[in-house]
């Protein structure tokens, strides 16, 4: 089957984007990363994007399909070439660097807002504390599912709020949020709330629209952990 690729180029010099049309034969089976590899090694090597485990764990390879967020390795060709022209853009709320390559600083500083890690005093560590069993079955289930979040950034890319309000730390950093906000050895819950509540960024600011639970890869469902966060959120002082 012949599948028309109409991709996003752009060099780093450039300061606009441009469409590029490739025509290759796809077999069941063959994903948007196998066709990838087959436009860099046929048509043109310059052809820029990445990639690493090929087993939908890295998140690497998360690009734009046909308008939405999803991973190229996971993705299988021939379904989509039966549409139509399938459509490749960067990933979105993110600067392009080269091709489908993006820059991916907005997203981690976005995680360096939430602190993703416990905080607790190095002296009273104690790595056999059973505290998830801890926690009733409403949050071990989310924390379950928040822990599988591979840090794809496909939720990020597809975040009306984010697109709007760049203050807003996006879906995967509030899951982030949600792990240490609920973890019974973090001793700074006054700060998690505090982060959880600030205008603007804050978990606070989503509008719900589910965007990020349509495309997260891992069901980690990030829309529901914002909703826990923002249900128990203690009243304000």
Not at 145 to 168: E, H, M, T, V, W
Not at 206 to 213: K, P
Request: charged letters at 30%.
């Amino acid at each position: 089957m012949k599948a028309v690729f109409d991709i996003y180029r752009k060099r780093p010099d450039e300061k606009a984007g441009r469409r590029q049309k490739f025509e290759i034969e796809v077999a069941p089976g063959i994903t948007l990363l196998d066709a990838f590899h087959r436009i860099q090694a046929d048509h043109d090597p310059t052809f820029a994007y990445r990639y690493s485990c090929r087993g939908a764990i890295c998140g690497s390879c998360a690009v734009h399909i046909n308008g939405v967020a999803a991973l190229a390795c996971k993705t299988q060709a021939a379904p989509l070439a039966e549409k139509g022209e399938i459509v490749v853009d960067p990933l979105g709320n993110l600067p392009a660097v080269k091709d489908l390559v993006v820059e991916f600083a907005p997203f981690w500083e976005a995680f360096e807002k939430v602190r993703p890690y416990v905080l607790r005093p190095a002296e009273t560590h104690d790595y056999q504390f059973t505290w998830h069993d801890k926690l009733d079955k409403k949050h071990q289930d989310q924390l379950s599912r928040a822990i599988l979040c591979i840090k794809c950034a496909a939720c990020f890319s597809d975040c009306p709020k984010r697109a709007q309000d760049p203050r807003f730390i996006g879906p995967a950093a509030s899951v982030a949020l949600y792990k240490f906000y609920y973890d019974p050895r973090d001793v700074d819950r006054a700060e998690r709330v505090a982060i959880a509540r600030e205008s603007g960024s804050g978990v606070v600011a989503c509008d719900s629209h589910a965007n990020c639970v349509k495309v997260c890869p891992k069901d980690c469902r990030p829309l529901r952990a914002i909703n826990i966060i923002r249900q128990e959120l203690p009243a304000a002082e």
